[in-house]
């Protein structure tokens, strides 16, 4: 990727540029707990995005996508957004450094990744972190890595639509090999994890279903939760407990109460994973991820068919944990297994998948990985 990459850019636009990488992440547990102010569980992974980025002396970006075989070019004012969709997070990008002082020029760039689209795995954020992070060195900026994780998620804000929150461009920028992050998102503190189960192994199974984060169903999530907020008076649901909800349960209605049953609960659930981490109970973490994976089907209404029929599996072929991973509307399970369990589980997931949806899941074994880096 990075030599196609590499020589792509050499046969459009010359010698002399500069390499960076951003990966994709998981998340073990904390799944739409960050826009609650709540905590999130990530790790980055070894899939990303590749960038060769050289300053071409102008006041325009040239970028060529090796995956989509599409050129861009555009300005650096407002007014000058691109017309591709997939330029938007360039683009993006470069204004929200603007807007934090930092003397973005014209560059020329091309890109691919290897982060599957779709599969809620964050391409886009790793897409924004590469560029946040290049474009800061190369320009002279001083953002530190906190702002850096913020340019991306102002960019899918701004430029793309999606309200998120800001756990996948954290992940992405601060990612470290071997280590989960808990991210308590509120304080934005953190500590890393050293995450190594013995015995187990994490897998990513591919529904290669696809549903489009852009749009309402992720932002009307996130509005339900801030209305839920508002009636209790607090600024995030983080915090609220069971009690409080079902006292304005009357207030609000039956939809956004269970949205915010599924957070609060969630919440709760990331803390009580890092402490059994921390005693190798396996067993609860699997137990609380099958929890999430139900109640984001549930009450949060972000699973769908062939992810909730994926987690059925796991649990008939005895896998520890399984859930839906990232915003939802399709993409991935994660799942935690026993060693010993892992070639049957996989080999009878695939099957009972393409009998029943004429296709096999994807399986990506996970390894957990650095961050936003420039490669030498
Ligand atoms: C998407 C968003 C994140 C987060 C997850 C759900 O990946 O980008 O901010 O809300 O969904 O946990």
Redesign the pocket.
Known sequence: MRAKTAAKFKELFGDGAYMYTSPGRI?LIG?????NGGF?FPGAVDKGIVAAIKPNGTDRVRAFALDLNDSAEFGLREEDKPAQSWAHYIFGVCREMQKRGVDVKGFDTTFAGDVPLGA?M?SS?ALESTYAFALNELFGGNIDKFELARVGQKT?HNYCG?N?????QFASVFGKEGCLMRLDCRSMEFEYFPFHPKGYKLVLLDSVVKHE?VGSP?NDRRASCERVAKVLGQEFLRGATMEQLDAVKEQISDEDYRRARYVIGEEQRVLTVCDALQRDDYETVGKCMYQTHWGMSKDYEVSCEELDFLATVAEECGVTGSRIM??GFGGCTINLVKDELYDNFVATAKRRFAEKYGHEPKVYPVVISDGSRRLE
């Open positions: 998340n799944e739409h707990t960050d826009y999130v809620g964050s954020a899918e999606v998120c929150g800001i756990m996948d984060l992720y990232g915003g």
